[in-house]
């Protein structure tokens, strides 16, 4: 923090004519940045070096801000002015990540006495499956940025595995199983419906 806000200092001052009137004089930032160093030279000789110490550096980065968002406001995006201040140009555009494509159909086993065995061929980029089971009535299912509902009575497992386990069904039921992916871009659609009779 003491080499930017000295390299700042500098390189603002011999592009005057650019940043004409910053927020924070240089001559503020210089004697701030000082103080940080002599602070931090002190920062082992008791509590009063430790307090002086977290202020100094605490002022110099509020000033910092401070010259930054004046930086910012000149340049206006652009890269190579923000370089002229000896700040580095940065990006606050976020790459949003994707979601993943809506996996196949469920496969659907019921070896007896209720359970029914899930199964899903693995999505590229999915961290984690989310099955929907309707018992009897089939509802719509609604998907939001992070989470899944239905409009009618469902078992939901959430952050799946390609391979999961129901029990506690019952015997002669039908059931309408879908699957969809999740990772941190959010949740896909949801995949075709399987119906599956229980044993």
Do not use: C, W
Request: proline content about 3%; glycine content about 10%; overall charge positive.
């Amino acid at each position: 923090m003491i080499a930017l806000a000295t390299s700042v200092a500098k390189l603002m001052l011999t592009n005057v004519t650019t940043f004409a009137t910053p927020d924070v004089s240089l001559t503020a930032l210089t004697a701030a940045a000082a103080r940080l160093q002599a602070a931090y030279n002190n920062r082992k000789n008791g509590d009063v070096g430790r307090v002086e110490y977290k202020n100094a550096a605490e002022a110099l980065d509020v000033l910092l801000h401070s010259q930054a968002t004046y930086v910012n406001g000149i340049a206006k995006g652009n890269s190579a002015i923000i370089v002229l201040s000896g700040f580095t140009a940065t990006s606050n555009d976020k790459v949003k990540k994707t979601k993943t494509d809506a996996p196949g159909p469920v496969l659907t086993i019921t070896p007896g006495g209720g359970v029914l065995d899930l199964g899903i061929k693995k999505v590229k980029d999915a961290a984690s499956y989310i099955f929907i089971i309707f018992v009897g009535v089939v509802g719509e299912v609604i998907v939001g940025d992070n989470y899944v509902r239905t409009t009618t009575d469902a078992i939901i497992v959430t952050k799946g595995k390609l391979s999961e386990i129901v029990t506690g069904l019952k015997i002669g039921t039908t059931v309408t199983v879908l699957a969809l992916t999740q990772n941190a871009g959010g949740i896909s659609a949801a995949g075709p419906a399987t119906t599956k009779l229980i044993n």
